[in-house]
């Protein structure tokens, strides 16, 4: 939830990727009102560069919010050619006490890639794509296992959540 002043826009953005969307039930559009299809922030390619938008970020709280700094701090990046490192699959195995991943990534040559188990942190090991680690040994039971893979010179990162039994 948060507070803002909402553009409409005569007819959805086409050809972008839409990242933000509004809910106009949480709010009053009036005759502004665009229905199910009313974005707020996309990026796209243009004319061989890259170009991200937002209509978020009205009030000054907006910039005092850690996500809305994120928000901005992403497309900036995006627009200057960052692209964000992407889990593409992660497969999750529990056997003698320890758990082993393989999390296959885009090409990130400098990201880290890490395994957190039980309050436990493993730094997996790295070949092009593909980063392989298994935990220490943990406590039976269900665990959260969670895959960070992080790019050390812009910040950027993304995770994959899984549940295991051990």
Do not use: K
């Amino acid at each position: 939830m948060r507070t803002d002043e909402w553009y409409a826009f005569t007819s959805p953005p086409r050809e972008v990727r839409v990242l933000a969307t509004l809910g106009e039930t949480s709010y009053a559009p009036g005759e502004a009102a665009m229905g199910g299809d009313h974005p707020i922030a996309w990026s796209h390619a243009y004319d061989g560069g890259r170009a991200w938008y937002t209509a978020l970020g009205h009030t000054e709280a907006s910039y005092g919010e850690p996500l809305f700094r994120a928000h901005l701090l992403g497309g900036i990046l995006y627009a200057a050619g960052f692209d964000a490192p992407r889990i593409d699959s992660l497969a999750v195995t529990a056997r003698g006490g320890r758990v082993s991943v393989v999390v296959r990534h885009s090409r990130c040559r400098a990201c880290r890639v890490e395994l957190r188990t039980g309050g436990r942190v493993t730094t997996l090991r790295e070949s092009d794509t593909v980063a392989r680690g298994t935990s220490g040994r943990l406590a039976p039971g269900r665990r959260r296992v969670t895959v960070t893979l992080v790019e050390p010179t812009s910040g950027l990162r993304a995770s994959a959540v899984r549940i295991v039994r051990v």
